[in-house]
């Protein structure tokens, strides 16, 4: 057979683009391949990542499901149609559980089309933002028999345009899913097609921060609305496309963007409903407690006559209405600490000292309170809480925090093993799962509503200047100085999992070099080690742009640093490694005037303003996979108020 490559041999083909009868091959991946890189598997109602998400037991919540499944299949007949129902309540009154238990009725009955479950607290870090969320809808969509040509329309669309993930969602959404239907509309059977799309938890869809610093706090809220918005401007576009032909449902928490929108803005394609006394969540709650009470009285063998109707009504009324009260105190009560019978009076009795009234989860509060005050270390497991379950962007296995925390064997069962009714914590044999939070109230009580908990922090410890410091920071130190965890790895392989993991998180874990045993770890550490580690880790999505990382390492071991004396021996050691490692990587660095400068920005000796306070670091090389060309450099300086200087500049 002769050809272009007959008898050709030891040659490579780079961006190969093959166009066949039906499909187009783009650098060697179809479109299929390419939509299923893009997508968050773990959002999906029926994935492993959710195996264990909660859902609605027989009979429970079932006047709210029952109003949601007939509005799906019967509302084109009510007297004012609505597209979009907007479910919504306070924190723990069993939203996501209704949403999942209404996604596998539709499922089981042919009536779902796709559902996106976003969780910013567990799961995966694709389902924490909106980068999936389109592809993953068009993804469900093109699966059902009743739409292969639709299937094939989007992924016609992304042949036609292999960037398209990284456009705008709202074009994302008008490309894969709008105009595939607008081109096809009448072609196929409407009454074989499903009827609605879930999405739930759209309110802790979260902003990814940009490259070259991290959001304020206030910067961060303002991102996370305006990503709220633009998915709610995007769902209402569609329900008002005559072309489009599902329903809605949408799940949050009534937060002001949401209440605005949905009841303002979208009036008039939106039915509410909220998760009030109206559905009678008391006699839901009751329900559940007994249903869960009779398996506790098999495992013990308690008597029929346990927990009394006395016991039974208090505990209804303590959880005013709120199913995650419940769920925490029947983990609480069955955890196996102390019996059954004396757990349950434990949790009938607790109070909070002067307590709020107008806190609506006095109750919960309470609950988390006694559980973390009864630990052997209450504030080491709640600074280990907020350790795992941080900022990460993907959840880490608990084997490898397992290997962070441990000086001795033991220690993560003592700090964070004594709260089985608030975490899940796999087994030391479990290398790949990761520590999952049953809630995300415990985020919230940590840090909004942690008023009784700090009393109870100054009680044991004293005032906060007098508490140890935190074993977190002591962690990182160690760990740099012994290049790997305290309790050595049993093989390589698990020593390079170790750091692979360590280098993705632990710039957000450094802290300012305060003490002399600080500086004599990082003068004793093998600085040029470690940044070289750091400047040659494998990039993905998850990794910070190495700049970044640099300036946080420099920042920690510069900025104690006196104002007018020479730097300390141990920053001179990593400025150096840093210096050198940078630059034979032809990366730009700050000079020596550039670092007086911003110790004297920092301490506010200099009215030079913001841009000072912070050091950039940037690839020299055009070719340099963190390169920003001058361009996106000034682009870059107009959205973040830096003005052109010697911080950053062009190769």
């Given at each position: 057979m002769?050809?272009?490559?007959h008898q050709?041999s030891?040659?490579?083909?780079?961006?190969?683009?093959?166009?066949q009868?039906?499909?187009?091959?783009?650098?060697?991946?179809?479109a299929?391949?390419?939509?299923?890189e893009h997508?968050?598997?773990g959002a999906?109602?029926?994935?492993d990542?959710?195996?264990?998400a909660p859902?609605?037991?027989?009979?429970?919540?079932?006047?709210?499901?029952?109003?949601?499944?007939s509005?799906?299949?019967e509302?084109?007949?009510?007297a004012?149609?609505?597209?979009?129902l907007?479910?919504t309540?306070p924190?723990?009154?069993g939203?996501?559980?209704?949403?999942?238990?209404?996604?596998e009725?539709c499922s089981?009955?042919g009536?779902?089309a796709?559902t996106?479950?976003f969780?910013s607290?567990s799961g995966?870090?694709?389902r924490?933002?909106?980068?999936?969320?389109?592809?993953t809808?068009?993804?469900?969509?093109?699966?059902h028999t009743?739409?292969?040509s639709?299937?094939?329309a989007i992924?016609s669309?992304?042949?036609?345009d292999p960037?398209?993930?990284?456009?705008r969602l709202?074009d994302?959404?008008?490309?894969l899913?709008?105009?595939p239907?607008?081109?096809?509309?009448g072609q196929?059977?409407?009454?074989?097609?499903?009827?609605?799309?879930i999405i739930?938890?759209?309110d802790e869809?979260?902003?990814?921060s940009?490259p070259h610093?991290p959001?304020?706090?206030?910067?961060?809220?303002?991102?996370?609305e305006?990503g709220?918005?633009?998915i709610?401007?995007?769902?209402l576009?569609?329900?008002?496309d005559?072309?489009?032909?599902?329903?809605i449902?949408i799940?949050?928490r009534?937060?002001?963007q949401f209440?605005t929108?949905l009841?303002?803005t979208?009036?008039?394609t939106?039915?509410?409903?909220f998760?009030?006394?109206?559905?009678?969540?008391?006699?839901?709650?009751?329900?559940?407690?007994n249903?869960k009470?009779a398996?506790?009285?098999?495992?013990?063998h308690?008597?029929t006559?346990?927990?009394t109707?006395?016991?039974?009504?208090?505990?209804?009324?303590?959880?005013?209405?709120?199913?995650?009260y419940?769920?925490?105190?029947?983990?609480?009560?069955g955890d196996?600490?102390?019996?059954?019978?004396?757990?349950?009076?434990?949790v009938?009795?607790l109070v909070?000292?002067?307590?709020?009234?107008?806190?609506p989860?006095?109750?919960l509060?309470?609950?988390?309170?006694?559980?973390?005050?009864a630990c052997p270390?209450?504030l080491?497991?709640?600074?280990?809480?907020a350790t795992?379950d941080g900022?990460?962007?993907?959840?880490l296995p608990?084997?490898?925090?397992?290997?962070f925390?441990?000086?001795?064997?033991?220690e993560m069962?003592r700090?964070?093993?004594?709260?089985?009714?608030?975490?899940?914590?796999?087994?030391p044999e479990?290398?790949q799962s990761?520590?999952r939070?049953?809630h995300?109230s415990?985020h919230?009580?940590?840090?909004?509503r942690?008023?009784?908990?700090?009393?109870?922090?100054?009680?044991i410890?004293g005032p906060?200047h007098q508490?140890?410091r935190?074993?977190r920071v002591?962690r990182?130190?160690?760990?740099?100085q012994?290049?790997?965890?305290v309790?050595?790895?049993?093989?390589?392989?698990d020593?390079e999992?170790?750091?692979?993991?360590?280098?993705s998180?632990s710039?957000v874990?450094?802290?300012?070099?305060?003490t002399?045993?600080d500086?004599?770890i990082?003068?004793?550490?093998?600085?040029?080690?470690w940044?070289?580690?750091?400047?040659d880790?494998?990039?993905d999505?998850?990794?910070?742009?190495?700049?970044?990382?640099?300036?946080?390492i420099?920042d920690?071991v510069?900025?104690?640093?006196p104002i007018?004396?020479?730097?300390?021996?141990a920053?001179k050691?990593?400025?150096k490694?840093?210096?050198?490692?940078c630059?034979?990587?032809?990366?730009?660095?700050p000079g020596?005037?550039e670092?007086?400068l911003?110790?004297?920005?920092?301490?506010?000796?200099?009215?030079?303003?913001r841009p000072?306070k912070?050091?950039?670091?940037?690839?020299?090389n055009?070719?340099g996979?963190?390169h920003?060309?001058?361009a996106?450099?000034?682009e870059?300086e107009?959205?973040?108020?830096?003005?052109?200087s010697?911080?950053?500049?062009?190769a």
């Amino acid at each position: 057979m002769s050809g272009p490559f007959h008898q050709a041999s030891n040659f490579k083909i780079d961006n190969l683009e093959i166009v066949q009868a039906n499909s187009v091959t783009y650098a060697g991946k179809s479109a299929l391949e390419r939509l299923e890189e893009h997508i968050s598997p773990g959002a999906l109602h029926n994935s492993d990542e959710r195996c264990e998400a909660p859902k609605c037991h027989p009979e429970i919540r079932a006047a709210v499901q029952d109003e949601i499944l007939s509005w799906i299949s019967e509302g084109d007949s009510d007297a004012d149609p609505k597209r979009l129902l907007w479910l919504t309540g306070p924190a723990g009154t069993g939203k996501t559980a209704i949403a999942g238990s209404v996604a596998e009725t539709c499922s089981e009955q042919g009536l779902l089309a796709a559902t996106f479950f976003f969780s910013s607290f567990s799961g995966s870090a694709d389902r924490r933002s909106k980068a999936c969320f389109v592809p993953t809808l068009a993804y469900q969509l093109r699966k059902h028999t009743g739409l292969q040509s639709v299937g094939k329309a989007i992924l016609s669309a992304i042949d036609n345009d292999p960037a398209i993930f990284r456009t705008r969602l709202k074009d994302q959404f008008t490309e894969l899913i709008l105009k595939p239907f607008r081109q096809l509309r009448g072609q196929y059977d409407t009454s074989t097609l499903p009827k609605v799309i879930i999405i739930d938890g759209v309110d802790e869809c979260e902003p990814l921060s940009p490259p070259h610093r991290p959001f304020t706090k206030e910067e961060a809220q303002i991102a996370r609305e305006k990503g709220h918005l633009e998915i709610l401007n995007l769902l209402l576009d569609a329900v008002c496309d005559p072309a489009f032909p599902f329903r809605i449902v949408i799940v949050s928490r009534p937060e002001r963007q949401f209440t605005t929108f949905l009841t303002e803005t979208a009036s008039n394609t939106t039915l509410k409903l909220f998760l009030d006394d109206k559905y009678n969540p008391d006699a839901d709650i009751e329900l559940f407690l007994n249903a869960k009470f009779a398996e506790m009285r098999r495992r013990y063998h308690l008597p029929t006559s346990w927990p009394t109707p006395e016991q039974m009504s208090t505990l209804v009324e303590k959880s005013s209405g709120q199913f995650i009260y419940a769920a925490t105190a029947l983990r609480f009560i069955g955890d196996g600490a102390q019996l059954p019978q004396d757990q349950l009076n434990i949790v009938l009795g607790l109070v909070i000292e002067n307590h709020s009234e107008c806190n609506p989860f006095q109750e919960l509060d309470a609950l988390y309170l006694h559980i973390l005050q009864a630990c052997p270390d209450p504030l080491a497991t709640t600074r280990w809480i907020a350790t795992v379950d941080g900022p990460h962007r993907r959840p880490l296995p608990a084997h490898f925090w397992r290997q962070f925390i441990e000086w001795v064997p033991g220690e993560m069962e003592r700090f964070l093993g004594c709260i089985p009714s608030l975490l899940f914590l796999p087994p030391p044999e479990d290398r790949q799962s990761p520590i999952r939070v049953y809630h995300k109230s415990l985020h919230d009580f940590l840090n909004t509503r942690k008023r009784p908990l700090l009393s109870v922090f100054i009680k044991i410890y004293g005032p906060p200047h007098q508490w140890p410091r935190s074993c977190r920071v002591e962690r990182v130190l160690r760990i740099i100085q012994n290049k790997g965890p305290v309790i050595p790895a049993r093989t390589q392989q698990d020593h390079e999992e170790f750091l692979a993991h360590f280098l993705s998180i632990s710039t957000v874990f450094w802290s300012r070099v305060k003490t002399s045993e600080d500086k004599r770890i990082f003068l004793s550490s093998d600085a040029r080690w470690w940044i070289d580690r750091y400047l040659d880790k494998p990039a993905d999505d998850y990794s910070e742009e190495r700049g970044t990382t640099m300036w946080f390492i420099l920042d920690s071991v510069h900025e104690p640093c006196p104002i007018f004396y020479r730097c300390s021996d141990a920053c001179k050691r990593w400025r150096k490694a840093i210096v050198d490692g940078c630059t034979a990587r032809a990366y730009v660095v700050p000079g020596s005037l550039e670092l007086f400068l911003r110790r004297a920005a920092n301490r506010q000796l200099l009215p030079l303003g913001r841009p000072f306070k912070y050091l950039y670091i940037r690839v020299r090389n055009p070719r340099g996979t963190d390169h920003l060309s001058w361009a996106q450099l000034r682009e870059q300086e107009r959205r973040s108020y830096m003005p052109a200087s010697r911080w950053i500049r062009p190769a």
